[in-house]
């Protein structure tokens, strides 16, 4: 009976400190360094910050680990991002996002409405504006305004 106790006792406190060390790798600082490295584990096209299999793909797990372990000896983002590239290549680094991205749904916009505006102009000039029609030029309309007088002098 001690030892069932002694059992459940370890199992409980190994369970502990294992999420102790789950969350140290999951932190912002280690996530931040990860947003610039590849994950490399050919399933995915993700940083390693990826969460394919509930965070354990058998290279970004590791590899946030080893962030960790390395910020925790004292390296610099930079320093860490350059020890990946030396041991894995340019093919690990993962560019950032461009400082103009934000431009793209403004240009866009733009582009449309110019679009738009010439569209307009086009079919705007292919049809003359409609003119009111005068009394004695066209024969025709004078014809019926007369058929027309003569039925509503009948109706009197």
Known sequence: MFRLKLSFLFLIVSSVIWAQSEAQIESDEVKRVGTHINCQCGACTENVNCMMSAGQCHFCKPTR?????????????????QSFIVEFGQKILR???NSFFWLIPYI???IGGLAIL????RVRGHHPPLKPALAGDD????????????DTAKLD
Do not use: H, W
Request: glycine share 10%; no cysteine; charged share 30%.
């Open 65 to 81: 680990t080893k962030i960790f372990n390395m910020q925790r000896g004292g390296m610099s983002d930079d320093q860490i991002v």
């Open 95 to 97: 560019a950032g996002p």
């Open 139 to 150: 024969p025709t309309l004078d014809r019926y305004r007369d058929a027309i007088e003569r």
């Open 108 to 110: 866009s916009l733009g």
């Open 118 to 121: 010439f569209m307009l102009r």
